[in-house]
Nanobody, 128 residues
Framework: QVQLVESGGGLVQAGGSLRLSCAAS????????MSWFRQVPGKQREFVGA????????YHADSVKGRFTISRDNAKNMVYLQMNNLKPEDTAVYYC?????????????????????WGQGTQVTVSS
């Protein structure tokens, strides 16, 4: 089992940058495929990006491709989301998620239902 705690959210102007962090508990962090999702009130939770267990494979949603980068540091049990050139439509609560399935391959958009563990979320607000 793993517990996830996000941090780094806040208020930023359009065009600015933020770096979100997700701290994971437990000694088997490297077995999880990790992802970031985001959600605005009244809408479905949206996939942002996914990262393989080693960090060697990533996939980002089209809406953030070229602006956001997901990464991890297995030695520190950390996952990051670097967000550049932020837009008002990026405003949302951002969630870190872990998939414990050993057969998972990072190769495209992933459903929130594929994830076993979630953090509590961190708010990102981008002003125009």
């Amino acid at each position: 089992q793993v517990q996830l705690v996000e941090s780094g959210g806040g208020l930023v102007q359009a065009g600015g940058s933020l770096r979100l962090s997700c701290a994971a508990s437990g000694r088997t962090f490297s077995v999880y495929v990790m992802s970031w999702f985001r959600q605005v009130p009244g809408k479905q939770r949206e996939f942002v990006g996914a990262l393989s267990r080693s960090g060697g494979s990533t996939y980002h949603a089209d809406s953030v491709k070229g602006r956001f980068t997901i990464s991890r540091d297995n030695a520190k049990n950390m996952v990051y989301l670097q967000m550049n050139n932020l837009k008002p439509e990026d405003t949302a609560v951002y969630y870190c998620a872990a998939d414990a399935s050993p057969g998972t391959v990072v190769a495209g958009v992933r459903s929130r239902y594929e994830y076993d563990y979630w953090g509590q979320g961190t708010q990102v607000t981008v002003s125009s």
